[in-house]
Nanobody, 119 residues
């Protein structure tokens, strides 16, 4: 019903920047919250940043001041601008979209994109 396609991951040196994108498609009536999560090896998945339909944002303490989440409602796309990257930011990053499909509320996950911060 809802497909999410992520892009933008890769290998970057400490202090570098990356921009992740996640485009949603399918039988979407409206999109509420959009967010990015990450999971490092041996750790639980954690919230990185989220943005509501009203563009209110929420960030994990570890990324405040370095990451910026934004959305383009016309394109059903959420972005994560990641700056001043650190080795501890290395993880698989997943986007999550909460939307209405028909009369149902659906929470969908992207396939994940690897971000590796290393010299």
């Amino acid at each position: 019903q809802v497909q999410l396609v992520e892009s933008g991951g890769g290998l970057v040196q400490p202090g570098g920047s990356l921009r992740l994108s996640c485009a949603a498609s399918g039988s979407i009536i409206s999109i509420n919250a959009m967010g990015w999560y990450r999971q490092a090896p041996g750790k639980q998945r954690e919230l990185v940043a989220a943005i509501t339909s009203g563009t209110s944002t929420n960030y994990a303490d570890s990324v405040k001041g370095r990451f910026i989440i934004s959305r383009d409602n016309a394109k059903n796309t959420v972005y994560l601008e990641m700056n001043s990257l650190k080795p501890e930011d290395t993880a698989v990053y997943y986007c999550n979209v909460e939307c209405r499909v028909g009369v149902s509320s659906v929470s969908s996950w992207g396939q994940g994109t690897q971000v590796t911060v290393s010299s």
